[in-house]
């Protein structure tokens, strides 16, 4: 797949079928960079019920037959959701597939009628940290206790970039 680029790549929503490569591609960088927690494994193993069930979403990046990226928004709240489970497999990296992505996931945000939007990062993912402030995400102090994830040491509100 060396032609891959952001034009030949479709954003699609999840269907069950696509299950397994939601989980893989989560779980490949995972076990690069830190390890699979117990909440990791529970949402990737029932995307369905953990996920779009309570009213998140799951974008899906698509190159041909080949599924080569994700994303979910879970819901947190009556109008809070959280960017989790973002993944490209590492082939594919530096293609602006994660930029796709996050857009389409800021847009279904959006879409639902959602009034926060936040992630929980690790300073170590420079790439993905970068990517998060070109697009509005801002650091704020985490509210309300511990994260959920014991790798989270950075929390990430978007705040949406006003044109002009």
Request: aromatic fraction near 8%.
């Amino acid at each position: 797949m060396t032609d891959i680029s952001a034009a030949n790549v479709e954003i699609i929503p999840f269907e069950a079928r696509y299950a397994p490569d939601f989980k893989r591609l989560n779980v490949e960088w995972l076990e690069k960079y830190f390890v699979v927690e117990p909440i990791d494994d529970e949402v990737l193993s029932r995307p369905q019920t953990a996920i779009l069930d309570p009213g998140g979403a799951i974008l899906l990046a698509r190159v041909r037959r080949e599924i080569v990226g994700t994303c979910a928004l879970i819901k947190q709240g009556p109008r809070t959701y959280e960017l989790s489970k973002m993944a490209v497999t590492e082939r594919c990296q530096g293609r602006q597939i994660g930029k796709r992505l996050l857009a389409a996931a800021i847009d279904r945000f959006v879409h639902l009628g959602g009034q926060l939007l936040y992630l929980e990062s690790n300073r170590k993912l420079t790439p993905a940290l970068t990517l998060y402030a070109t697009n509005g995400f801002v650091e704020v102090a985490k509210p309300g206790g511990p994260s959920h994830y014991s790798r989270a040491d950075i929390y990430m509100e978007y705040r949406p970039i006003s044109a002009g």
